[in-house]
C-alpha cells in the first residue's frame, strides 16, 4: 500500500512510515466474502496477491460482476466509503488472497496530518473516477470480444483463476459467447 501511496506523489519517508501502525494485513481465502451488500464499506484493500471481485444482484436476481481487483491493486466499495451509505455490491476473494487494510477512520486522520495525505486522498479518487470512466466506455465503444482481449493483455496469469460465469458476465457476453472469444485467441 505504500507503494500506491508514494507512487502518486513524492511523499516525505518520515510521513509515509506513518502508515506501518495503520495497515492491518488480511487473509482470505476462496471464495470468502469481504464486503456483504448493505454493510457500510469503512476500509480500503490493498492486494498484495489474490483476486477480488465486487458483483450484485441485478432486479431480475441474476448475478453481475462489475469489477476485478488483482495484485498490487486497489478495491473498496467505493461509493459506500465516501458517503458513508451501505454498499450495493459484494465483494469477494476468488482465490486465496492477501490484503492489506486502512480504515477510513485512519485515512481521515492521515488526512488531518497535511496537505500531501489530502494529496493522495484526492488523486487516489480521481484514479478510480478514470478507471470507471474507461469501463463505462469500454462497454459503449469496444465489443465483448475486445473487452477481454483487453482484460488478457492486462490480467493474462489471472484470467485462468476466474471462473468463466464471472468473467461473462464482467465482459457483457453469455459463458457460450465467451467460450468462442477464448478459442479464437488462444
Known amino acids: 500500500m505504500k507503494s500506491v501511496f508514494q507512487s502518486i506523489q513524492v511523499i516525505p ?3 509515509l512510515d506513518q502508515l506501518d501502525d495503520l495497515i492491518t494485513m488480511r487473509k482470505l481465502k476462496k471464495g470468502e466474502l469481504l464486503l456483504i451488500e448493505n454493510e457500510v464499506c469503512n476500509e480500503i ?3 498484495k496477491s489474490g483476486i477480488l471481485r465486487s458483483y450484485f444482484f441485478n432486479h431480475q436476481g441474476d448475478e ?3 469489477c476485478f481487483a488483482f495484485e498490487n ?3 473498496a466499495s467505493f461509493s459506500s466509503f465516501i458517503t458513508q451509505n451501505v454498499a450495493e455490491e459484494n465483494i469477494q476473494a476468488l482465490a486465496e488472497t492477501e490484503l492489506q487494510v ?3 477512520e485512519s485515512l481521515e486522520k492521515l488526512y488531518e496530518q497535511g496537505l500531501h495525505w489530502q494529496e493522495i486522498g484526492r488523486k487516489l479518487t480521481e484514479m478510480e473516477y478514470v478507471i470507471l470512466q474507461k469501463r463505462m ?3 459503449q465503444k469496444l465489443s465483448g470480444t475486445q473487452r477481454y ?3 488478457y493483455k492486462n490480467h493474462k496469469k489471472y484470467l485462468q483463476l476466474i471462473p468463466l460465469q464471472y468473467l461473462a458476465s464482467y465482459l457483457g457476453v453469455t459463458p457460450r459467447h465467451l467460450s468462442r472469444i477464448r478459442k479464437a485467441i488462444l
Open 45 to 47: 484493500y490493498f492486494i
Open 149 to 151: 482481449e483487453e482484460l
Open 13 to 15: 519517508q518520515n510521513e
Open 73 to 75: 491493486e486497489l478495491m
Open 102 to 104: 486502512i480504515s477510513r
Open 137 to 139: 466506455i469500454s462497454f
Open 64 to 66: 453481475i460482476t462489475n
